[in-house]
Structure formats: structure tokens, C-alpha cells
């Protein structure tokens, strides 16, 4: 007999036994305190090392069950050492399955995606290779060891937060992220991508976001359609009644290459913290420099991947500055129209 319910989260009685989904983000929290003859964990390579043997391993403690650890490769992270741990076979096993090994697969499809990626991009998606940090800004140890996994637990209190915005609507999406100063270090404590709809309510959904989180300085693009937008931000704060410092910055190579620099700094310095926000981790880990072709350095995401939270990220370390001693600020570039700013 089969019964299926799905509220408040998945769960399938059959034959007297019971199987059910849950999430492990926000460290697991909604798993300590249970137990399970089996757990089997999806895209583990993004769970927060410390969720495996903290809270999976002792669920399995009483019934002395078994671990399944499934994931596209993210680096050689947590999840590369386990694969390492079971290829000599005396703690676990690990087996490697790349998409050519799945007859249900076409040939086709493959060929289509390896011209569509890049090298690397294939190699992770359909060859389950572990590819090292070669070319990337932000190494995998430096990502890791800034991840904080409280901030996914992070609240709107009475300290004033810090803002980077990147404009997006089509290929790539609007991006918010807000630090919080706490000592020397800046911490991540909202973290989004908005919805692909029209600018207006994009602007409401910011503002919105800017009076809970108690927003007072926000540096965002003000490059092509982002100048206007900027602007447009300014009048619709000013409306509203937010005293709110707006900082338009117009993306040139050289301004680029500066928050970008700014914020590994911060980051190998440990002066930025992040949650394991699933998608922020993917853009940081996909973010890389090369040369181009007329000898100069380009900092973007790899092939068909997003860079919108990175910039976001970025232009936010970039409004608290000061917190990064030694390095330097953007000039900001504008277009010129005088934007009056509310006192803070």
C-alpha cells in the first residue's frame, strides 16, 4: 500500500517503511535529532562541509545505516576529499559516472553541449572531473574558508547595512547583496536575485529590501540601461522619504578590474563573510581572469555561467571600503547628470 503526502514536506509510506525529502540548507537544522536507515544527498559538493559528519553521519548512528553522497564536482572541496577517501576502500566507496556512461544520453546532445560550453564547463557538467582553480580569482580553499553558515540565518536588526546592486532583466538577473559590519569583517546577511520583471516593481521590491535591512549606502551599475535605472532609484528614494546614499559606478575595464581586486583582497584576508548561498558559490567558483587577445586581463564568468551576484558582492565590499585598509576606491564614473543625494 502506498500513501504519499506532500505538506509540510514530501513523505511516501510503502510497505511499512517510510522515505521523505527535506532540505540541508541553513545548516540542517530541521534533520538534528533524527534518524534514518539511509540518507541519500543530492548535489552534496554544496552542502557546508561541516553538515556531513555533524548531522548526516550521527542520523545513521542507532541503525547503522548508509550514506550516499551524489554531486556534480565543485572543486576540490569536502566532497573531493570523500571521493579521494573512497577510492582506496577502506572508510567508503566512490564511484565516478560521467554522462557518456548513460546510455539514455545521445551522442547528440553531448556533442551540442560541448560546443555550447567551454572546455572546462564540460568537463565538470557531463565528465564529473574535479577541476582545480587554474585561471580562477577566487580560489576554492579562499571561498570555503570565508563561508559562514549562520549568515543563511541572518535577520534585519537595528545595525545599518551596506548595498550592491547589479541591474539585470533578460540574460542575466537583477542581484542584491547586503553586508553588515561586525568588527573588522564584513558579513553577507541578504543575498538575491530578483525576479525578471519590469523596472518599477524591481524598484519596489529594492526598497522594500532597503527599509527592513536599514540600508544607508548603495553602490550599484550605472553602466549602459544601469545609469538611468540609477536615477531612477534616486527619485523613487527621495519619494519615498529614505535618506539613502546612492553611488552610480560605470563599469570600464579598469573600474572593474579594481572591485574585483578589492574584493579577493578582502576575501583571502578573511574580511568578508559569506552564507553558503548555493548560487553565490557556483558564480564565485565560475569567475575567472584571462588574457585577451590584445594582451589584456578580462574578469568574467566562465561561458554561459551568471556573474551578477559576484559584481553585486563586489560593488557592496566596494561602499564599505574602508574596512579593506590597503586597498584602493573606484573612481566613480557617471554620466555626468548631478544626482542629489538625502543625508544619511
Not at 70 to 96: A, D, E, I, K, M
Not at 269 to 291: C, G, K, M, N, Y
Not at 299 to 321: K, M, N, P, T
Request: proline share 6%; aromatic share 6%.
Amino acid at each position: 500500500k502506498l500513501h504519499v503526502r506532500v505538506t509540510p514536506y514530501p513523505r511516501v509510506h510503502v510497505n511499512g517503511g517510510e522515505i521523505t525529502a527535506r532540505s540541508a540548507y541553513r545548516q540542517a537544522r530541521s534533520l538534528r535529532g533524527r534518524s534514518a536507515h539511509r540518507i541519500v544527498v543530492d548535489e552534496a559538493a554544496y552542502l557546508t562541509e561541516e553538515v556531513i559528519p555533524q548531522v548526516l553521519m550521527p542520523m545513521l548512528a542507532d541503525t547503522e545505516g548508509q550514506l550516499v553522497l551524489l554531486s556534480t564536482p565543485f572543486g576540490r572541496n569536502h566532497f573531493w576529499h570523500w571521493y579521494q577517501r573512497g577510492q582506496s576502500g577502506t572508510v567508503c566507496r566512490s564511484f565516478r559516472f560521467p554522462t557518456t556512461s548513460n546510455p539514455r544520453i545521445s551522442a547528440g546532445f553531448l556533442q551540442m553541449q560541448k560546443q555550447l560550453l567551454t572546455e572546462r564547463q564540460f568537463a565538470i557538467e557531463y565528465g564529473a572531473q574535479f577541476v582545480d582553480d587554474a585561471g580562477a580569482v577566487f580560489p576554492q580553499v579562499v571561498i570555503e574558508a570565508c563561508i559562514q553558515p549562520s549568515l543563511a540565518e541572518a535577520r534585519p536588526n537595528s545595525t545599518p547595512t551596506l548595498a550592491g546592486l547589479d541591474w539585470g532583466r533578460y540574460r542575466d538577473y537583477t542581484a542584491l547583496v547586503l553586508l553588515r559590519e561586525s568588527g573588522a569583517q564584513l558579513q553577507a546577511v541578504h543575498v538575491e536575485r530578483l525576479p525578471s520583471t519590469g523596472w518599477q516593481r524591481q524598484i519596489e521590491r529594492l526598497l522594500h529590501q532597503f527599509g527592513e535591512w536599514r540600508v544607508r549606502t548603495v553602490y550599484c551599475d550605472a553602466s549602459g540601461i544601469g545609469d538611468p535605472l540609477a536615477e531612477m532609484l534616486q527619485q523613487s528614494l527621495s519619494h519615498h522619504h529614505l535618506h539613502i546614499r546612492v553611488e552610480p559606478v560605470v563599469f570600464t575595464a579598469s573600474t572593474k578590474r579594481t572591485i574585483i581586486e578589492t574584493l579577493a583582497l578582502a576575501m583571502e584576508q578573511r574580511r568578508v563573510a559569506i552564507p553558503p548561498h548555493p548560487d553565490l558559490l557556483r558564480e564565485l567558483h565560475a569567475f575567472t581572469a584571462s588574457h585577451s587577445g590584445s594582451g589584456h586581463i578580462r574578469l568574467q564568468a566562465r561561458g554561459s555561467e551568471h556573474d551578477d551576484l559576484v559584481i553585486a558582492l563586489a560593488l557592496a565590499v566596494q561602499a564599505g571600503g574602508r574596512m579593506v585598509p590597503g586597498t584602493p576606491s573606484v573612481r566613480l564614473l557617471t554620466s555626468g547628470k548631478r544626482r542629489e543625494v538625502c543625508g544619511v
